[in-house]
């Protein structure tokens, strides 16, 4: 008999009753006296400090952090879950206070080992208490010579509880109290944001027009609260860069990412240079649609009768079979969290829209949610979302400084996971018209990143220069989002999507700004791996994990150097990957001619 994997998470296997439990309160609770304690031990420090001192702080704060990232991903399940969880909204507020409170130790750290002298600090890093830390703690150091004063910046971070972080917060809530009232097929439904935007891939072009429209109709009428949050968010920003010093905008999201500017220009020419076939594509899907250009609505729009539902069972055992083809590492990890309810997929409302992994590293495990409608696009979410979890699975042997990996590498092993399903997928089609459907399929998700994200990228680099001066209006905002889309779509667009500055949660993320040229990095970059994988069969499996385990502690440029022998700086890197997506773009359109 066939296994029944849950639909639902199981998050009481951590604090029984959720938000509601007191167990998860008193975690919670406890935190504070541990910053305190974090806290003296740090400025208990000076620039004379033994190896070993510094390796019993380290540990310490190692402690607290998973801590405060266990408790802040149970929160992150909980909110998601259900949007309407009041007291999920409280927890939240207060751990934000807590983790705000202890960035004043971790700054004093850094600010300690900046002052300490070059010779003493290579001796610090050479002793076997910290050498497994020299990445992070010269990392550390460097950072701190470009930030302010430990009080100074103590005082940005406390001040962002209140301002910068709930103004995300906020959104978020928003958001999820929206109804959109949609016709579908003759009925009225009241829908969520989230199941709005699933009608994107309906058969039906009036049902997917009517979503569209109905999600421009409330953004449009909700705009200027979504404008208000996105100036506010950017201008706690711009501030903090300018006191600073900072003058390049993307100064601290290429910081995080751990990449040269070089690397990011080289990515965005590579693909601004061979953007044709894909404009070709859209020109292909729009006349398939009998259109004459791509209407934003008409994306995701199915282009055979080929749309037979997947459940949800069906989906995680063609995961689990294509994973298993990859590496048996890969394929028992998917079985676990399919088997122990690590996935939150059930299609209801109340729930946030989107898709997450998020870690609980003190029981060493992840959570994923999603909404599963049933579609191939959402088994490609799902295995793109173990993608995730199993990358936290291949640093478990690393210290848990050594896990803090940026956004760009972090979508590495999520869109490698994809890729393995969906070249699974079309490889199986069992007719021409499926073959044609999952390789649309296949190709949407390069547009995405190459012109959406892309899109995206123009838009927010172009907002942050206009907010340097002011407030930036609403009317403005639509421009600058309908010429970036435009532009990144190189002339394929018909109908554009205005608003989109307002529906896309990414813009409203505090934690990490920026959060859209990771994302087409992490593509291309896994591109170029999973080539390599392809090579090397079932053997590449163990080079894989040591790759992600490298991915916390080395510089992109560095990392793809060891790994791949590749220099990244350059376009040609970039191209290969782009090569490869080219080629579906072709085998597509043709299938589709008539000679096909």
């Known amino acids: 008999m066939a296994t029944t994997y849950p639909e639902v998470w199981d ?175 003759g009925e009225k439904k009241s829908l969520s944001v989230g199941q709005a935007n699933n009608l994107s891939s309906h058969p039906n072009e009036q049902v997917r027009k009517s979503a569209f429209e109905a999600l421009e109709k409330i953004f449009t009428e909700k705009e200027e609260f979504f404008a208000k949050t996105l100036n506010h968010l950017a201008g706690f920003r711009l501030t903090t860069y300018k006191k600073r010093g900072w003058e390049e905008v993307l100064q601290e999201p290429l910081q995080i990412n751990r990449m040269k500017q070089e690397t990011l220009d080289a990515m965005w020419k590579a693909i601004s240079d061979h953007k044709e076939p894909f404009v070709k594509f859209l020109e292909a899907k729009a006349n398939m649609l009998g259109k004459e250009k791509m209407d934003w609505y008409n994306f995701d729009a199915p282009v055979t009768s080929s749309t037979a539902k997947i459940s949800y069972q069906e989906g995680a055992e063609f995961i689990l079979k294509h994973f298993g083809k990859f590496g048996p590492e890969l394929e028992n990890f998917a079985r676990m969290a399919f088997e122990e309810g690590w996935i939150e997929a059930e299609d209801r409302d109340d729930k946030r829209p989107g898709g997450f992994c998020t870690g609980l590293p003190l029981a060493q495990q992840s959570r994923i949610f999603m909404t599963y409608s049933g579609t191939m696009s959402n088994v490609s979410t799902l295995a793109h979302e173990l993608g995730h979890a199993f990358h936290t699975y291949a640093l478990r042997p690393m210290n848990a400084l050594n896990r803090r990996y940026a956004m760009n590498v972090a979508e590495t092993a999520s869109t490698f996971a994809e890729m393995i399903v969906a070249d699974a997928a079309v490889n199986e089609a069992s007719s021409k018209e499926e073959k044609i459907a999952l390789l649309e399929d296949k190709i949407q998700r390069s547009v995405a990143f190459f012109m959406n994200i892309h899109a995206r990228f123009l838009f927010e680099t172009r907002f942050y220069e206009e907010r340097k001066q002011g ?70 499996e163990e080079k894989y994990m040591a790759l992600l385990r490298d991915t916390a502690i080395m510089t992109v440029e560095d990392l793809a150097m060891k790994h791949l022998g590749e220099d990244i700086t350059k376009c040609e890197f970039w191209e290969k990957g782009i090569a490869l997506c080219v080629k579906d773009v072709e085998e597509f359109i043709q299938l589709i001619s008539k000679e096909g």
């Open 11 to 185: 998050l009481d296997v951590f604090f029984e009753g959720g938000s509601e439990s007191p167990a998860f309160q008193q975690f919670i609770n406890n935190l504070p006296q541990q910053v305190e304690a974090l806290i003296g031990q740090t400025k208990s420090l000076t620039t004379e400090v033994s190896a070993g001192e510094l390796r019993h702080t380290i540990d310490q704060l190692k402690e607290l952090m998973e801590q405060i990232m266990h408790a802040g991903g149970m929160l992150s399940c909980l909110t998601a879950q259900n949007t309407k969880d009041v007291k999920a909204l409280q927890l939240q507020g207060q751990l934000s206070a807590i983790s705000a409170s202890y960035s004043p130790a971790v700054l004093r750290l850094q600010q300690l080992l900046a002052e300490i002298d070059e010779a003493r600090f290579s001796e610090l890093l050479a002793s076997p208490e910290l050498n497994e830390f020299s990445f992070i703690l010269s990392e550390w150091r460097e950072q701190a010579k470009q930030k302010l004063s430990e009080e100074e910046e103590a005082l940005i971070s406390a001040l962002s509880v209140d301002g910068y972080s709930s103004w995300g917060q906020l959104y978020n809530m928003f958001i999820g109290d929206i109804k959109v009232e949609v016709d579908v097929e």
């Open 471 to 540: 407030i930036v209006s609403t009317k403005r905002l639509n421009e600058l989002m309908e010429e970036a889309q435009r532009e990144a779509y190189a002339g394929a667009l018909g109908e554009t999507h205005p608003h989109f500055w307002a529906s896309k949660m990414h813009f409203y993320i505090t934690g990490v700004p920026f959060y859209n040229f990771p994302y087409t990095f992490g593509y291309l970059f896994s591109l170029s791996i999973y080539a390599k994988a392809k090579e090397e069969g079932a053997a590449f």
